[in-house]
């Protein structure tokens, strides 16, 4: 709907930002970026600046000698389906302190009084190229007691949440970000000198790289026209803002307006995978984003939407070709949403590509082999994986 029928929403004077009457949530503001990375060293572009830290959180239970996850099916606006499988609780500050006037949030207390046993918290990054600096606690907490719930609650089995998995745009991006920071058993030990080097590389690509995120008025970005409904790239790629009326049954309000983020094409995340003496490892690479706190995250071997470069496939992410060849064996190949509360219809193709040639693979200097459980362990500090990273282990995961 036009920017001016956004309740509540409007562009502040002078800056032009896209802010909420209350001054909370979020807003749509400016970025200038320069870089030393990549092939576009300077731009402008509108980010989500949401400076709230969130809480994407899990409870479990043990239910006959099983560990069960309570899931909640929960109705975000931009989902392409309305309903998608999510996390017991995911909510910002703004949220559960009410900002909105609205019901609580089930089971917060849970997650904020700690009165069971903490299993996983860690903040974790969003969407890098998307979010200014936005993080989320991302626990786990196990209850002993009963826990109650309606309808839009259920207790499943990890194996059941992996299964779903296997389908399209089923299983919420909250979801896949906390079961990827679950300690789960590792098939082997790693060699130490592995993980020095693992540390090594990390740091050597930090030290590389150099980035500078710098807010501006939105009404200032270069290369971007406002319109009535929209905000948007004059090249019409990359995404655009637009915004939308909301009605729900199943939410703390009934009805709201806000701004959304619509990427102009789908996005790929591709692991290449390989066996080193019969040990899987994934080829990471080093991922840098406007919105990253640090630089450079861990990110997964192709990152990208392929529509931006149609007009320049020679600037197609390195190994893109090879992800996308005939010569792979494809594990798997399922397109998930991203986060419907900020992202109208964003969804990105999951893919695990197994090749048997690791070994004599050309691997570039941002690129890195390490095993999943290497992965998975850069996992328990923050901001060292990225979300789609953490989204395709917790894929990988599903075929284990």
Request: charged fraction near 20%; charge should be negative; proline fraction near 7%.
């Amino acid at each position: 709907m036009p920017f001016e029928r956004l309740a509540s929403w409007s562009f502040a004077p002078g800056s032009g930002d896209l802010v909420h009457d209350s001054g909370r949530f979020f807003s749509i503001r400016g970025v200038h970026v320069r870089t030393n990375h990549g092939h576009v060293r300077e731009w402008w572009q509108p980010i989500i600046h949401q400076p709230e830290e969130g809480i994407l959180g899990f409870l479990v239970k043990e239910l006959d000698g099983v560990l069960h996850f309570l899931a909640q099916v929960k109705v975000e606006p931009g989902n392409l389906n309305a309903a998608q499988l999510s996390p017991t609780v995911q909510a910002t500050p703004s949220n559960y302190l009410r900002v909105h006037n609205g019901s609580s949030v089930p089971f917060l207390e849970h997650f904020v009084e700690r009165h069971d046993r903490l299993l996983v918290d860690v903040p974790q990054s969003e969407n890098g190229s998307w979010f200014l600096g936005k993080r989320n606690r991302n626990m786990v907490v196990e209850v002993l007691d009963d826990v109650e719930h309606d309808d839009n609650f259920a207790w499943l089995t990890l194996g059941q949440i992996h299964e779903l998995m296997l389908r399209p745009n089923l299983v919420n991006m909250d979801v896949r970000t906390v079961l990827s920071c679950l300690p789960l058993p590792s098939p082997g030990p790693t060699p130490a000198w592995s993980e020095v080097q693992l540390s090594e590389w990390l740091a050597g690509r930090r030290a590389r790289y150099e980035l500078a995120t710098t807010l501006v008025p939105l009404r200032s970005v270069v290369g971007w026209k406002r319109r009535d409904d929209e905000i948007r790239h004059e090249s019409g790629n990359y995404f655009r803002i637009v915004g939308v009326s909301v009605a729900a049954t199943n939410r703390e309000v009934r009805g709201w307006c806000q701004p959304l983020l619509e990427p102009c094409g789908p996005g790929l995340a591709a692991f290449v995978v390989s066996r080193f003496e019969d040990v899987l490892h994934v080829l990471a690479r080093a991922d840098v984003r406007p919105g990253y706190r640090d630089t450079v995250e861990i990110g997964p071997t192709v990152q990208c939407t392929p529509r931006n470069f149609a007009s320049r496939p020679e600037h197609l992410p390195e190994l893109a070709e090879l992800a996308l060849s005939d010569s792979v064996v494809v594990r798997y190949d399922v397109p998930h949403s991203e986060e419907g509360g900020r992202f109208r219809h964003a969804v990105t193709r999951h893919l695990i590509v197994e090749i048997d040639h690791g070994a004599a693979l050309s691997t570039p200097p941002d690129y890195f082999w390490l095993t999943p459980a290497q992965l998975q362990g850069r996992l328990r500090t923050s901001c060292q994986v990225n979300i789609e990273a953490r989204s395709l282990l917790a894929c990988l995961q599903a075929l284990r």
